[in-house]
């Protein structure tokens, strides 16, 4: 490699064959999973009517190395491994004598990472015999992934899309519909969730956890339907952990090693995804990097929430997970970084946080776009809102290497492309947008809604 | 490579180090472009006001490798060699004996082939001192590409939109924006040419061919300014073979030899980036495909129109051009497939046809949309309205192997995703795309409008 070199590229057979579950090396468990009726940790059985049992499995494997399927393998290799760049040209524009690295997943199909879980979810439901997942959307990076995803192994798929954004986005819907899925708006009468929802209020605008209720129905009521989940959990967490495994050689490609790794968390699985194999490494005493996750102030799960037990979503539906939370009664305010919109955080990455192995940070959206704009203007691509989250601190991390004079190694995970995010740049350009915080009252009354478990 | 790759992927010390100009291989010279008031050749000078030299160069160059500047190459590292695939899965739902590839333009920052000539054209005016760069844009895909570059080089990039794409389109105003340039709804009130139209009409939503107008105005009267252009000229279509250079290799890596070279075709650039270097080799006799250029029935200028001089704007600023033509009166309708909406063909695909070098087919935008799906659902790309009539021709070809019980090889240039045309596909799920033919008696009356040149 030359010191010109830009783009770390590893041949195809270097696509891991098998993924990284850092379970297997936390120094303490994680707290099991409860019922919510129970208050006991539930039984894979509980899980089985929603989840094919290979990734029921996956979410209490304490396996360090969880075999890639192959047929899962063939399909990464469209845009896997993707590309680790320098981002030379942003150093030049910041002055800073940081080296800023970039692990970009926007090469895949649908633009994210998101594909990486979709894919093999979709291969595991296929191989139990499914014909049908359901799933719920809000911004539509997920939907669309899936759609993608079922597509190639013959599974319909539908999309509960919350309804205003089914209407204001419809070019997020018109991307599911040419990758084949079916998306309905949610609410819609083919749930009992959605029209007793209609019943009450007939123009409702509908809300993610409406739209949760709405897929989970749907796929619990059908033997031959399943659930699939885009982030939260942990086996989507363990499949994204490709992401990390590539970049650690792609590091030692360019002769160097990440003093700070920074990425985006909202569900937190780009940023496990990238941060797991570098935490795998650390744990053993190999490398000793920062690891800094960035959520936005206007939803401030890791930094301003509590550790502990509570819903995954709004209904009351799901089991009892112990996570950063803001409580599942909190609304956050309709900000731009859809992805990033969510009361709690991935157990796994909150677990992460509670051991002291990461730290978080907030950056409100209006630096997070100004920090996106640079990087477009510099290495050329747009990034995702939510992914202008990771570019900011990192941005902000190069510029306190400048003040200090030190050069670190910094390697962030650029988790997607903008291309469908346009309207957010527009109202960005056109001073729209604004910042958002939270006096503490409001948080707590949204914490003295949490559930008391007895576990606890 | 075993049977199952699906990606052929060069390394980076593959890109290119010369252009192919297959100008140096042509059996006959092109026609001479005329100079419209002496309708004599033009000499260099008389282009000098609106671009570099070295462009100008190129433009009339017989040389049949031009080396490509090292800082160009070290830009075309970012995303070249593009990726070529074999689409097995989109072979499997044809149920057909042809082995289909396509190389895919889509993974450069704006998504299609554009940034190569962008790049090139940046750099060759950053060398020769110049500020500014001017261009218009229809859609936006070129604005786009030449913001990315501009940025890259130091360059202000004034685009000049029309104005009814300016108000229609804000996600690729957006783009542009976020990439860097400044972007003016056109007509404008900058230039003598824009005030004139403001003044006739006060409410002009504008045209291409006002906006090239106001764009070259703008280049012409200020030294430190250039006009770009991103198709239709002899150098950006020797910049675009890049393209067929690397699917060169790539089709030798799969072991394969293309039997159909297939491109759609506005101005040509993809389509002659894609196959001037397999047409060398035909020409020396070393490979026989056939190739075939593939353009909208809503606008068949190589199907239907003549190959006659003609100017290549609507206001008749520009030199006269001997090329494939409709008539530089033609207005093509507002279909979707906005790069292809050209009154004439770069005189070089023109030369091309008329020496029996390739076949050309046009397809109608709603049998396009179709196959574009049909990729879509198989290959997970959406492609651009431009790029489905390629699709559109490659499905066809097989399923004509299909039906003959023949194995043929198939090659087409997917020149770009679909993200940013996504209402046109909206459009289609919804039924509100028509197809389009002409009478004869129409495409007369423009043809009657033709210039008379004395060198004809």
């Given at each position: ?207 993610l956890g409406i739209a949760i209720s709405e897929a989970v129905e749907m796929a619990a009521q059908r033997d031959d339907t399943k659930y699939a989940l885009g982030s939260v959990l942990n086996h989507v967490m363990i499949h994204q952990s490709v992401i990390g495994l590539e970049a650690l050689e792609q590091m030692e490609m360019a002769g160097d090693a990440p003093d700070v ?14 941060v797991t194999p570098f935490l795998g490494r650390k744990i053993k005493g190999e490398m000793s990097p920062r690891v800094v996750a960035v959520e936005p102030a206007a939803c401030p799960t890791l930094t301003r929430g509590r550790f502990a037990y509570d819903f995954g979503d709004t209904a009351h539906l799901t089991p009892l997970v112990k996570m950063h939370t803001l409580g ?129």
């Amino acid at each position: 490699m030359s010191d010109d070199t830009v783009k770390f590229l590893l041949p195809e057979d270097r696509i891991p064959r098998a993924w990284y579950n850092i379970m297997a090396d936390f120094p303490e468990p994680m707290a099991p999973v409860l019922h919510p009726g129970t208050g006991r940790p539930i039984e894979p059985d509980d899980l089985a009517p929603l989840f094919p049992m290979a990734c029921i499995a996956q979410e209490v494997s304490t396996e360090r190395e969880i075999e890639i399927p192959e047929p899962v393998r063939e399909i990464y290799k469209q845009w896997r491994p993707s590309p680790l760049f320098r981002a030379r040209r942003l150093e030049r524009a910041l002055d800073t004598p940081a080296r800023i690295y970039y692990k970009y997943e926007g090469v895949s199909p649908s633009g994210s990472h998101k594909p990486n879980t979709a894919v093999a979810q979709a291969f595991y439901n296929r191989e139990e015999g499914v014909k049908r997942l359901t799933t719920e959307t809000g911004a539509g990076q997920w939907g669309s992934s899936l759609a993608f995803a079922g597509q190639i192994f013959g599974l319909e798929v539908d999309v509960y899309m919350v309804k205003v954004s089914y209407h204001q986005k419809p070019y997020r819907r018109a991307l599911m519909e040419a990758c084949g899925a079916r998306c309905v708006p949610s609410p819609s009468t083919e749930t009992a969730a959605g029209r007793a929802i209609l019943e009450a209020d007939p123009d409702s605008n509908g809300a993610l956890g409406i739209a949760i209720s709405e897929a989970v129905e749907m796929a619990a009521q059908r033997d031959d339907t399943k659930y699939a989940l885009g982030s939260v959990l942990n086996h989507v967490m363990i499949h994204q952990s490709v992401i990390g495994l590539e970049a650690l050689e792609q590091m030692e490609m360019a002769g160097d090693a990440p003093d700070v790794v920074i990425a985006c968390a909202g569900g937190g699985s780009n940023f496990a995804g990238l941060v797991t194999p570098f935490l795998g490494r650390k744990i053993k005493g190999e490398m000793s990097p920062r690891v800094v996750a960035v959520e936005p102030a206007a939803c401030p799960t890791l930094t301003r929430g509590r550790f502990a037990y509570d819903f995954g979503d709004t209904a009351h539906l799901t089991p009892l997970v112990k996570m950063h939370t803001l409580g599942a009664s909190f609304m956050p305010p309709g900000f731009h970084a859809g992805g990033l919109r969510y009361h709690g955080m991935g157990p796994m990455v909150s677990h992460m946080l509670h051991l002291g192995l990461i730290e978080a940070v907030s950056h409100h959206q209006l630096g997070c776009f100004e920090a996106g704009v640079t990087f477009a203007r510099t290495e050329g691509i747009v990034p995702a809102p939510e992914s202008t989250h990771a570019v900011k601190e990192a941005v902000d991390e190069a510029l306190r290497c400048k003040a200090e004079g030190t050069a670190r190694a910094i390697l962030f995970n650029l988790s997607g492309h903008g291309h469908f995010d346009m309207q957010a740049y527009t109202d960005f350009f056109d001073g729209k947008l604004e910042d958002r915080d939270y006096d503490q009252a409001i948080l707590d009354r949204a914490f003295d809604a949490l559930p008391r478990v007895a576990a606890e």
